[in-house]
């Protein structure tokens, strides 16, 4: 098993959460929304930080690939992550049409850096660093908070 193997299942967590924050903005149960945002908000901002403390710099050591793929995937969490932040905004005050603008870009970029991580990046990831049960450890502990 390698080290990615538990980021692929928790990607499927989080478009599960940002599903239901979706279904309950667009029905206006903003209560309902708010926490499934919360939820997703929170795995989010974990998975990055995993993958931005952990998995990237230990490839990037181990490769010496600094400026490739992790590069590109450090530059679309920026990006999402000020998704997350209208997203904020647009739950704070209750706005469906704005907060479904910035759900759908969301949707977009995480499904095509989602793609791009499973198929191209983790694969590489456990190529190089497979066996390293600490780096494992240090993203299991990470994912759960």
Known sequence: MGVTANLHEHHKLCDEDFAAAE???QSGDWSACAAAFGRFREGLLAHFGVEENHLFPAFERQTGMSG???QVMRYE???MRDLVSQLESAL???DAE???GAAETLLVLMQ???MKEENILYPMCDQALGGDSELKARIDRGLRG
């Open 77 to 79: 969490h920026g990006q």
């Open 68 to 70: 490739g793929p992790t």
């Open 92 to 94: 704070a005050q209750q």
């Open 23 to 25: 279904e309950a903005a």
């Open 112 to 114: 095509q850096h989602n």
């Open 98 to 100: 704005a907060f479904s």
